[in-house]
């Protein structure tokens, strides 16, 4: 007998991610790597954090910075955020916040909260791949969700089986891995869909800062509690993260919702690791409170040159037969292969005859679907790696 013998059922749904073993591919020479969602580090607020994590660990804040803290967060921080959730049309207060370790952690409780083995989680098809690895481990069945509304309410039930439909996810503002917006009838839709199923609906909103063109769309809390009158009636959980937009290695996200789910998700917070780092969460309020907005006001003007370079060279070195989305935000661009062809076979190939790295789709489906699909990121190249980039992939597909 080994450990492994000894390991739970749920471990057997655990993979690792395809993104976090493509990371590595960064180090390597020569390649050009449209892989990782992540932000360009020239962008990070350094000065500002550094400044920040000064007066933090100053004689006057330092017994808080490094001391245990209270579960719920940082308060001032918290009330920040209240404010900000105010202006797009979510009115709360504090106690309606939970501080976590990321979005992702928020993932991870969600489904712990709701799953139970054989529940059904309804998702995108294609969808968020660190949601799907977050849910996995509480071993649910997977349907997809369909805000087009062209689903009965009975097929979702009659798919859930002997379990139940828990919650309907989704990423509404320029979703990973597709970059695509649900409009404002979608997102009713998936509101009355859930009042229909009776389950919750979880927002996943770490885009929403990054709108390059367009008007902004409400998010779903929103327009729910436009409906309802009050967060405490609504059945949406909105998930907010500061990694896109201040710094992803400070692992700061946000949960919003009525006080009822708060609660809960503090019970886990409490078993999982007590508290978000209290000097992380204080810098973050320090920059937060001094620049977010114009921050913000900086990343879309850099990113949307840089979006709107990735398509210009798609336009002018992708063969026929193969289409690709244009994104109004974010950091993703989807690219449709023709059918028959694999992109992970792809990506092998890239990397070796090309030194280039994107994600292959398939991974993004949690029916296995999706092979001739391939995600690239444009947030962290420069115009010259981009045009390089595409140019490679363009040489790839025509041989």
Excluded at 147 to 156: V, W
Aim: hydrophobic fraction near 40%; charged fraction near 20%; aromatic fraction near 8%.
């Amino acid at each position: 007998m080994t450990l492994q013998d000894l390991f739970a059922t749920r471990m057997s749904r655990m993979k690792a991610s395809e993104i976090r073993e493509l990371l590595k591919l960064l180090d390597q020479p020569g390649i050009i790597s449209f892989a990782g969602g992540i932000p360009d580090p020239a962008l990070f607020p350094s000065d500002a954090f550094a400044e920040a994590c000064r007066r933090a660990l100053s004689p006057q804040h330092q017994a808080q910075a490094l001391q245990y803290s209270a579960s719920e967060g940082h308060m001032p921080l918290r009330q920040w955020l209240a404010g900000g959730m105010a202006e797009i049309g979510v009115p709360c207060d504090p106690a309606n916040i939970l501080i976590t370790s990321g979005s992702q952690q928020a993932l991870d409780y969600l489904g712990k909260m709701f799953l139970s083995p054989g529940d059904t989680a309804l998702v995108g098809w294609p969808t968020y791949l660190g949601a799907l690895a977050a849910f996995s481990a509480y071993e649910p069945r997977y349907d997809q969700l369909s805000p087009e509304g062209n689903r009965t309410t009975a097929s979702y039930a009659e798919g859930a089986g002997e379990g139940a439909v828990k919650f309907a996810y989704l990423s509404p503002d320029f979703a990973n891995p597709t970059g695509e917006t649900l409009d404002q009838a979608g997102r009713e839709r998936v509101l009355d869909l859930a009042e229909e199923l009776n389950c919750a609906v979880i927002e996943d909103a770490a885009y929403q800062a990054l709108r390059y063109d367009g008007t902004p769309v409400p998010p779903i809390l929103a327009t729910e509690i436009a409906r309802k009158g009050s967060l405490e009636d609504c059945r949406t959980i909105y998930c907010g993260s500061f990694s896109k937009t201040l710094s992803p290695g400070l692992r700061l996200g946000w949960v919003v919702a009525a006080k009822p789910v708060i609660s809960k998700l503090v019970l886990m917070k409490q078993a999982a690791d007590l508290h978000t780092a209290t000097l992380n969460q204080m810098a973050v309020h320090e920059v937060a409170r001094s620049m977010f907005d114009a921050h913000c006001e900086q990343l879309r003007a850099v990113y949307s040159r840089r979006r709107d370079a990735m398509l210009a060279a798609l336009d002018e070195h992708m063969p026929d037969g193969v289409t690709w989305t244009r994104p109004a935000g974010g950091m993703f661009i989807w690219v449709t292969l023709p059918e028959g062809a694999d992109g992970g076979q792809l990506l092998a190939r890239a990397i070796e005859t090309e030194k280039l790295a994107f994600v292959p789709g398939q991974a993004f489906f949690a029916d296995g679907s999706g092979a001739n699909t391939i995600r690239l990121s444009f947030s962290n190249s420069n115009h010259a790696a981009i045009a390089e980039g595409i140019a490679r992939l363009g040489r790839l597909l025509r041989a």
